[in-house]
Protein backbone atom coordinates (compact mmCIF):
# COMPACT_ATOMS: atom_id res chain seq x y z
CA UNK A 1 0.00 0.00 0.00
CA UNK A 2 3.14 2.43 0.93
CA UNK A 3 4.39 1.75 -2.69
CA UNK A 4 1.18 2.78 -4.47
CA UNK A 5 0.51 5.36 -2.03
CA UNK A 6 3.92 6.98 -3.17
CA UNK A 7 3.24 5.94 -6.75
CA UNK A 8 -0.36 7.94 -6.47
CA UNK A 9 2.25 11.05 -5.50
CA UNK A 10 5.14 10.61 -7.15
CA UNK A 11 2.69 10.57 -10.83
CA UNK A 12 3.02 14.06 -12.65
CA UNK A 13 -0.48 13.44 -13.77
CA UNK A 14 -1.44 14.15 -10.23
CA UNK A 15 -0.66 17.25 -9.65
CA UNK A 16 -1.45 18.88 -13.14
CA UNK A 17 -5.38 19.39 -14.95
CA UNK A 18 -8.20 19.99 -13.43
CA UNK A 19 -8.27 17.14 -10.82
CA UNK A 20 -4.59 17.29 -9.92
CA UNK A 21 -3.86 17.83 -5.95
CA UNK A 22 -3.13 21.81 -6.57
CA UNK A 23 -5.96 22.52 -8.03
CA UNK A 24 -8.14 19.67 -5.50
CA UNK A 25 -6.90 21.46 -2.98
CA UNK A 26 -7.31 24.87 -3.69
CA UNK A 27 -11.05 23.99 -4.44
CA UNK A 28 -10.72 22.98 -0.86
CA UNK A 29 -9.71 25.55 0.93
CA UNK A 30 -12.44 28.05 -1.52
CA UNK A 31 -15.33 25.99 0.33
CA UNK A 32 -13.73 26.12 3.71
CA UNK A 33 -12.98 29.77 3.81
CA UNK A 34 -16.81 30.04 2.09
CA UNK A 35 -18.58 28.59 4.70
CA UNK A 36 -16.08 29.46 7.87
CA UNK A 37 -17.16 33.57 6.78
CA UNK A 38 -20.82 32.83 6.16
CA UNK A 39 -21.06 31.10 9.88
CA UNK A 40 -18.72 33.51 11.17
CA UNK A 41 -20.95 36.68 9.78
CA UNK A 42 -23.73 34.94 12.45
CA UNK A 43 -21.90 33.16 15.36
CA UNK A 44 -19.02 35.80 16.49
CA UNK A 45 -21.69 38.60 16.74
CA UNK A 46 -24.06 36.74 17.82
CA UNK A 47 -21.76 35.53 20.54
CA UNK A 48 -20.32 38.90 21.49
CA UNK A 49 -24.34 40.10 22.48
CA UNK A 50 -24.92 37.03 24.29
CA UNK A 51 -21.46 36.87 26.52
CA UNK A 52 -22.06 41.21 26.51
CA UNK A 53 -25.81 40.97 27.73
CA UNK A 54 -26.04 37.83 29.24
CA UNK A 55 -29.36 37.38 27.25
CA UNK A 56 -30.64 34.12 25.34
CA UNK A 57 -28.00 31.89 26.62
CA UNK A 58 -30.13 29.05 25.75
CA UNK A 59 -29.14 30.09 21.63
CA UNK A 60 -25.58 28.51 22.86
CA UNK A 61 -27.25 25.34 23.97
CA UNK A 62 -29.15 25.24 20.73
CA UNK A 63 -26.46 25.95 18.47
CA UNK A 64 -24.49 22.92 20.55
CA UNK A 65 -26.93 20.31 20.15
CA UNK A 66 -26.32 20.72 16.18
CA UNK A 67 -23.35 18.64 16.31
CA UNK A 68 -25.78 15.35 17.33
CA UNK A 69 -27.67 15.97 14.02
CA UNK A 70 -26.21 13.57 11.86
CA UNK A 71 -23.88 15.30 9.11
CA UNK A 72 -24.63 12.78 6.19
CA UNK A 73 -28.21 12.97 6.65
CA UNK A 74 -27.82 16.81 7.13
CA UNK A 75 -26.25 17.39 4.09
CA UNK A 76 -29.00 15.02 1.93
CA UNK A 77 -31.51 16.67 3.34
CA UNK A 78 -30.91 20.18 2.47
CA UNK A 79 -29.16 19.39 -1.03
CA UNK A 80 -32.69 17.79 -1.95
CA UNK A 81 -34.29 21.12 -0.43
CA UNK A 82 -31.82 23.70 -1.85
CA UNK A 83 -30.88 22.16 -4.55
CA UNK A 84 -33.52 21.93 -7.66
CA UNK A 85 -33.17 25.64 -6.68
CA UNK A 86 -30.27 26.62 -8.70
CA UNK A 87 -29.03 25.81 -11.91
CA UNK A 88 -25.63 23.50 -13.15
CA UNK A 89 -22.80 23.48 -10.45
CA UNK A 90 -24.74 25.70 -7.66
CA UNK A 91 -26.90 23.24 -7.02
CA UNK A 92 -24.34 20.80 -5.51
CA UNK A 93 -22.16 24.10 -4.28
CA UNK A 94 -24.80 25.86 -2.24
CA UNK A 95 -26.32 23.34 -0.37
CA UNK A 96 -23.06 21.90 0.65
CA UNK A 97 -21.44 25.51 1.62
CA UNK A 98 -24.71 25.64 4.21
CA UNK A 99 -24.23 22.61 6.14
CA UNK A 100 -20.90 23.68 6.36
CA UNK A 101 -21.55 26.52 7.94
CA UNK A 102 -24.02 25.27 10.29
CA UNK A 103 -21.61 22.72 11.23
CA UNK A 104 -19.50 25.83 12.07
CA UNK A 105 -21.51 27.88 13.85
CA UNK A 106 -21.22 25.77 17.16
CA UNK A 107 -17.95 26.27 17.90
CA UNK A 108 -17.48 29.92 17.20
CA UNK A 109 -20.00 30.17 18.85
CA UNK A 110 -19.19 28.77 21.52
CA UNK A 111 -15.77 29.91 21.58
CA UNK A 112 -16.73 33.83 21.41
CA UNK A 113 -19.53 33.61 24.13
CA UNK A 114 -17.24 31.15 26.81
CA UNK A 115 -14.61 34.22 25.47
CA UNK A 116 -16.79 37.00 26.44
CA UNK A 117 -18.37 35.00 29.49
CA UNK A 118 -15.15 34.29 31.27
CA UNK A 119 -13.91 38.08 31.65
CA UNK A 120 -13.55 38.80 35.28
CA UNK A 121 -16.43 41.54 36.22
CA UNK A 122 -13.67 43.47 37.98
CA UNK A 123 -12.24 43.87 34.79
CA UNK A 124 -15.64 45.29 33.36
CA UNK A 125 -16.59 47.07 36.11
CA UNK A 126 -12.75 49.37 36.35
CA UNK A 127 -13.64 50.51 32.46
CA UNK A 128 -17.26 51.40 33.32
CA UNK A 129 -15.66 53.48 36.16
CA UNK A 130 -13.58 55.41 33.81
CA UNK A 131 -16.74 56.28 31.88
CA UNK A 132 -16.67 53.56 29.09
CA UNK A 133 -20.07 53.02 26.84
CA UNK A 134 -21.03 49.14 26.39
CA UNK A 135 -19.45 48.79 22.58
CA UNK A 136 -16.14 50.26 24.71
CA UNK A 137 -16.49 47.56 26.99
CA UNK A 138 -17.07 45.33 24.43
CA UNK A 139 -14.46 46.30 22.24
CA UNK A 140 -11.36 47.69 24.34
CA UNK A 141 -11.87 44.93 27.56
CA UNK A 142 -14.25 41.98 26.92
CA UNK A 143 -12.74 41.17 23.37
CA UNK A 144 -8.77 41.25 24.10
CA UNK A 145 -9.50 39.40 26.74
CA UNK A 146 -11.63 36.45 25.07
CA UNK A 147 -9.45 35.88 21.63
CA UNK A 148 -7.68 32.98 23.33
CA UNK A 149 -11.15 30.80 23.45
CA UNK A 150 -12.37 32.67 20.56
CA UNK A 151 -9.04 31.27 18.59
CA UNK A 152 -9.87 28.02 20.01
CA UNK A 153 -13.16 28.17 18.68
CA UNK A 154 -12.16 29.12 14.91
CA UNK A 155 -9.56 26.30 14.83
CA UNK A 156 -11.97 23.59 16.36
CA UNK A 157 -14.57 25.13 13.19
CA UNK A 158 -11.58 25.17 10.76
CA UNK A 159 -10.59 21.15 11.78
CA UNK A 160 -14.12 20.16 11.26
CA UNK A 161 -15.38 22.08 8.14
CA UNK A 162 -12.16 20.63 6.41
CA UNK A 163 -12.80 17.37 7.68
CA UNK A 164 -16.25 17.21 6.66
CA UNK A 165 -16.33 18.80 3.03
CA UNK A 166 -15.02 15.27 1.97
CA UNK A 167 -18.46 13.74 2.28
CA UNK A 168 -19.73 16.40 0.29
CA UNK A 169 -18.09 15.00 -2.61
CA UNK A 170 -21.07 12.61 -2.33
CA UNK A 171 -23.27 14.95 -3.93
CA UNK A 172 -21.01 16.50 -6.55
CA UNK A 173 -18.76 18.63 -4.98
CA UNK A 174 -15.37 19.11 -5.80
CA UNK A 175 -12.11 19.18 -3.49
CA UNK A 176 -10.48 16.70 -2.05
CA UNK A 177 -13.78 14.44 -1.14
CA UNK A 178 -13.53 13.37 -4.73
CA UNK A 179 -9.98 11.80 -4.31
CA UNK A 180 -12.01 9.64 -1.53
CA UNK A 181 -15.21 8.96 -3.23
CA UNK A 182 -13.72 8.59 -7.09
CA UNK A 183 -11.03 6.45 -5.68
CA UNK A 184 -13.48 4.14 -3.57
CA UNK A 185 -15.63 3.80 -6.41
CA UNK A 186 -13.54 2.71 -8.85
CA UNK A 187 -11.27 0.59 -6.66
CA UNK A 188 -8.05 3.00 -6.76
CA UNK A 189 -7.77 2.75 -3.32
CA UNK A 190 -4.23 4.80 -4.03
CA UNK A 191 -5.74 7.61 -4.78
CA UNK A 192 -8.43 7.26 -1.76
CA UNK A 193 -5.93 6.88 0.73
CA UNK A 194 -3.78 10.01 -0.99
CA UNK A 195 -6.85 12.03 -0.54
CA UNK A 196 -7.16 11.27 3.09
CA UNK A 197 -3.11 11.97 3.58
CA UNK A 198 -3.74 15.46 1.99
CA UNK A 199 -6.83 16.87 4.03
CA UNK A 200 -5.18 15.50 7.12
CA UNK A 201 -2.44 17.90 5.98
CA UNK A 202 -4.14 20.44 5.10
CA UNK A 203 -5.72 20.00 8.32
CA UNK A 204 -2.27 20.18 10.40
CA UNK A 205 -1.27 23.07 8.12
CA UNK A 206 -4.47 25.61 8.95
CA UNK A 207 -3.86 25.05 12.52
CA UNK A 208 -0.87 25.26 12.98
CA UNK A 209 -0.96 28.96 10.60
CA UNK A 210 -3.84 30.29 13.38
CA UNK A 211 -1.98 28.42 15.64
CA UNK A 212 0.64 31.21 14.75
CA UNK A 213 -1.46 34.09 14.68
CA UNK A 214 -2.84 33.55 17.67
CA UNK A 215 0.69 33.78 19.57
CA UNK A 216 1.22 36.91 17.50
CA UNK A 217 -2.41 38.68 18.27
CA UNK A 218 -2.94 37.39 22.02
CA UNK A 219 -1.30 39.44 24.84
CA UNK A 220 0.80 36.50 26.62
CA UNK A 221 -0.39 37.27 29.54
CA UNK A 222 -3.76 35.99 28.27
CA UNK A 223 -2.59 32.95 26.96
CA UNK A 224 -1.81 30.76 30.33
CA UNK A 225 -4.58 28.22 31.86
CA UNK A 226 -6.65 29.00 28.67
CA UNK A 227 -8.31 25.43 27.47
CA UNK A 228 -10.10 25.06 24.33
CA UNK A 229 -13.92 25.48 23.62
CA UNK A 230 -15.87 23.90 21.25
CA UNK A 231 -14.03 21.07 20.49
CA UNK A 232 -13.34 19.09 17.24
CA UNK A 233 -15.98 17.13 17.12
CA UNK A 234 -19.63 16.93 18.39
CA UNK A 235 -19.51 15.44 21.45
CA UNK A 236 -17.20 18.13 22.98
CA UNK A 237 -18.41 19.47 26.15
CA UNK A 238 -21.00 22.11 26.70
CA UNK A 239 -19.53 26.15 26.19
CA UNK A 240 -21.20 27.04 29.51
CA UNK A 241 -19.75 24.61 31.42
CA UNK A 242 -16.44 25.36 30.29
CA UNK A 243 -16.74 29.33 30.58
CA UNK A 244 -17.08 28.47 34.10
CA UNK A 245 -13.76 26.76 35.22
CA UNK A 246 -11.90 28.62 32.20
CA UNK A 247 -8.77 30.27 33.77
CA UNK A 248 -9.46 34.22 33.61
CA UNK A 249 -7.62 36.38 32.47
CA UNK A 250 -8.10 40.33 33.65
CA UNK A 251 -7.02 43.18 31.20
CA UNK A 252 -4.18 44.59 31.68
CA UNK A 253 -5.58 48.22 31.41
CA UNK A 254 -7.85 47.29 34.45
CA UNK A 255 -5.97 45.24 36.91
CA UNK A 256 -8.27 43.63 39.73
Do not use: C
Amino acid sequence: MISTLLSFFSDPASWSGEDGIPSRVLEHLQYTLLSLLLAAVIAIPLGLWIGHTGRARWLVTVANSLRAVPTLGLLFVVALWLGPKFASDLAFTVPSIVVLALLAIPPLLAGTYAGIEAVDPAARDAAKGVGMTGTQVLRQVEVPNALPLLYSGVRSAVLQVVATATIAALIGLGGLGRYLIDGIALGDYARAAGGAVIVAVLAVALDGLLALLQRSTVSPGLTGGQRSVGGGGKDSADPEVEADDTAVAVSPRFPA
